[in-house]
């Protein structure tokens, strides 16, 4: 399929805080208790717990597993320029500004589009959320059990964890592939034939839904305005035991225009946007504070110095969470740029980036307008403008040095240098800037969908939890940068990983130490190094006393190039504290060493 008509679309995350924590929870919380149990789902196979929905709408996570809670909900929101043929009172086909989506509530339902303005039966057996992982009939499934009951692991019952396997054994016979559900396609003819299995990168668990706008009703509900005809197809996964991944979890969004009863061939959406809307609540949501770096395309919140009690009544450090675009939507680009999709590149297009964050502080008037009229309010916080206008004009962010911006607060709270959530005030529009209940967006745009385009995006989900709040900053922008260079081959660098030490077969033709990496790093990071030769090879951490507090390997090993980890114990495997270390290579007369940083 051609990628430029096939292009990917980067879903925002969002975190807008109008309500009060107790309102979005009640609000919540009556929504879910109108669900039956097959409308939800758990990803749970590592340190982020999410409990999923087949809307989309109402995900919550904990962190990390069941201690305490970062997320009570977030959603995809679109906004874009119409022309499907429908005629207005005017009589004019014209392109018509909509919105669609969703927050706490949504103008979504389950289920994908059968065909044009037709959608699945939300009542079928079909429409729900599916889940596997490869080990499911021989794992201790009493994470599964907890995740989804909210319960301890330990009161899982044997019959619990029977009922647990058997749901994965349903999900697996009834996989739904034909609607786009990934799977490993070993002879590559598209088809899910026997001995094939769901998968994606290698994930040690997946979940898959889908969900579409068609309810007239429901969609004009959220923002006032008719339906696009969109399905989205939503695939979350995680890794377990792997350096790096134990706090991630992947989410991809397909967004399929597929057209309502009033689309023509010609139907299309110009100045398209994806925002994916969140509210985030570390522990107490009194401390909070958010940023971005837009040069990560990473958008975060973070406890401020303030430790949080509710984590703290927990024994554990205070914790954070990120959101990093890793794919976004694909637009034309020059020949020699490359875009990438389905984790396979393209020539002459390329990824949008993250064009534009907002943070909504509590107490400032960032309020999103109320149901059913949203429209030019999620119109202007997805192009970057001030979303409390209450006009049709826009007016952009001000920085305090008089410049404008489209990213909100993407000053460095670890320097405190520019502006800084929580430090000063913004010009003109007199943003406050006390630590408290938050949400933002991180938005990206524009680009143009024709009737029959797929927009496909990527977001990792990362948790940290440092000994102070600001240092997660520092901890989340060093797993983002890792993130990006190892995306998007995600399944090679977990094929290639072992906990011991590891050889590519390259005989090298000069002894070398490299950085490690990550660095700093928290909890795990991988040192490699070269030998052009056989023999004995000590690789050793020091401390800044010159103590040995960890031997990682001694012993004979190959000529090649090697690498091995450090999870960040010391020889008694105790964690060692924060601070800076030395790691020694010694063969023979040859010997290096480089310093680490580790960040607790």
């Known amino acids: 399929m051609c990628p430029h008509r096939r292009s990917t679309h980067v879903v925002c995350a969002v975190l807008i805080l109008s309500l009060t924590p107790a309102f979005s929870q009640s609000k919540l919380q009556q929504a879910d208790q109108q669900l039956s149990a097959a409308s939800f789902g758990s990803l749970n196979i590592n340190n982020m717990w999410l409990k999923i929905r087949n809307d989309g709408i109402g995900q919550r996570l904990t962190y990390p597993r069941q201690y305490g809670s970062l997320l009570e909900s977030d959603n995809l929101i679109w906004v874009g320029k119409v022309y499907d043929g429908r005629v207005r009172e005017s009589a004019v086909q014209m392109p018509e500004l909509r919105t669609g989506g969703g927050i706490w509530e949504g103008g979504v339902r389950p289920g994908s589009i059968i065909s044009k303005g037709v959608a699945e039966d939300t009542n079928s057996n079909a429409v729900r959320v599916f889940r596997y992982r490869p080990d499911f009939l021989t794992a201790d499934l009493r994470s599964d059990v907890a995740a989804s009951t909210g319960t301890d692991p330990a009161a899982a019952t044997p019959e619990m964890v029977t009922a647990a396997r058997a749901d994965y054994a349903k999900d697996l016979a009834e996989w739904p592939w034909q609607k786009g559900a990934p799977f ?6 598209g088809i899910m034939d026997g001995g094939e299995v769901p998968g994606i990168q290698s994930a040690g668990q997946i979940a898959w839904f889908s969900y579409n706008d068609l309810d007239e009703a429901k969609c004009k509900s959220f923002a006032g305005d008719p339906s696009i005809g969109l399905e989205v197809q939503v695939t979350l996964w995680g890794y377990q035991g792997i350096p790096n ?57 973070f406890n401020g110095d303030i430790p949080d009690p509710i984590y703290r009544n927990l024994g554990g450090a205070n914790p954070a969470v990120g959101y990093a675009l890793l794919q976004g939507p694909l637009v034309p680009g020059s020949a020699n ?47 970057g403008f001030a979303a409390w206008t209450k006009d049709l004009t826009y007016h952009p962010y001000v920085l305090p040095n008089g410049q404008t911006t489209k990213f909100m607060y993407s000053g460095d709270p670890v320097s405190k240098v520019g502006w800084i959530d929580g430090l000063g005030r913004m010009q003109a529009n007199t943003l406050s800037a006390a630590p408290g209940y938050r949400r933002f967006t991180l938005s990206t745009g524009p680009f143009t969908m024709a009737l029959g385009d797929t927009q496909e995006v990527v977001l990792a989900l990362i948790g940290s939890h440092a000994t102070e709040g600001v240092e997660n900053v520092t901890w989340l922008r060093n797993r983002t940068r890792h993130l990006h260079e190892i995306y998007p081959n995600l399944g090679d660098y977990v094929a290639g990983f072992v906990t011991d030490v590891a050889s590519s077969g390259i005989i090298p033709s000069e002894f070398a130490l490299d950085q490690n990496f990550p660095n700093p790093f928290n909890p795990s990071t991988q040192i490699r190094f070269r030998t052009p030769q056989s023999g004995q090879v000590k690789l050793s951490i020091f401390d800044l006393l010159g103590q040995e507090t960890r031997e990682l390997c001694s012993g004979v090993l190959s000529a090649g190039e090697h690498t091995i980890r450090w999870d960040g114990r010391d020889s008694k495997g105790e964690i060692a504290p924060s601070g800076v270390y030395f790691y020694r290579l010694t063969q023979g007369e040859r010997h290096a060493t480089r310093k680490l940083l580790l960040l607790r």
């Open 245 to 301: 991944l134990d706090d991630v979890i992947f989410k991809r969004y397909r967004v399929i225009y597929k057209g309502t009863s009033f689309a023509s061939p010609t139907s299309q959406i110009d100045s398209m946007y994806f925002s994916q809307w969140c509210d985030l609540i570390i522990g107490d949501y009194f401390n909070d504070l958010g940023g971005c770096d837009s040069a990560l395309s990473l958008a975060y919140q």
């Open 337 to 383: 740029e490359s875009g990438i999709s389905d984790f396979t590149s393209h020539t002459g297009v390329k990824n949008l980036q993250m064009t534009s964050y907002m943070l909504n502080p509590t107490g400032d008037p960032i309020n999103e307008p109320t149901n059913g009229s949203r429209t030019f309010w999620y119109w202007n916080v997805a192009r």
């Open 184 to 189: 490993v396609d070993k002879n590559q003819n």
